[in-house]
């Protein structure tokens, strides 16, 4: 079945494995929908209903490598500064702010 990106947020998708939608049981042709209908109570992109309010969710900048990496060497994970390899007290974990004595600034928030 032709499924577009954008029949999830279709007034007539089926939410069903078997049909597309209303119109276009075996989906569409091509790359566009003549026939499509923003839902009006469809999730947006990027984003979800929680209470009746929108929360959006941020994009991500981090590669998957990048997140990788980043548990190597950031010291919420290893307790240590990147720079001089000092020791940070033991309420790392509570941290928001991983700024060493050193000179060293956490500029990943």
Known sequence: MAKLLICDRCLLYAHNPY????????????????????????????????NGELIVQPQQRWTQQQKLELLD??????GRCPQCNGLFDRDWSARVHWDCKCGWMDDTV
Not at 73 to 78: A, Q
């Open 73 to 78: 060497w950031h010291p919420m994970f290893t």
């Open 19 to 50: 049909l597309v939608c209303a119109v276009h049981l075996d989906g569409v042709d091509g790359d566009s929908c003549l026939d499509f209908r923003e839902d009006p109570n469809a999730e947006p992109e990027g984003g979800t209903y929680y």
